[in-house]
């Protein structure tokens, strides 16, 4: 577990979609990032233009985006 004062790096690898924008220049995306260096996840949440502020979000496995995905390709074709 990290020390709460280390600080998190993120790479974004991909850009994958914009999905809305609100009146304070934030867009809702999402993107395939690094975290810490790691393995980059499909990430879910805001970031501000300059892509160095964001709010909490969510990131996904290949495995969880793929259920994900039938989950609501299921509920949006009911």
Same mark, same amino acid.
């Given at each position: ?10 790479? /974004? ?7 809305? $924008? ?16 790691? =393995?980059?996840? /499909?990430? /879910?949440? =805001? ?23 039938? $989950?609501?390709?299921?509920?949006? =074709? $009911?």
């Amino acid at each position: 577990m990290k020390p709460k004062d280390q600080e998190v790096t993120y790479q /974004i690898v991909k850009s994958l979609q914009v999905l809305s $924008a609100n009146d304070r220049g934030w867009t809702k995306e999402v993107n395939l990032v690094s975290w810490n260096g790691r =393995e980059p996840r /499909i990430d /879910i949440r =805001e970031w501000n233009h300059e892509l160095n502020r964001m709010s909490k979000g969510m990131t996904l496995t290949r495995e969880e985006a793929t259920l994900l995905f039938k $989950a609501l390709q299921e509920h949006l =074709e $009911a």
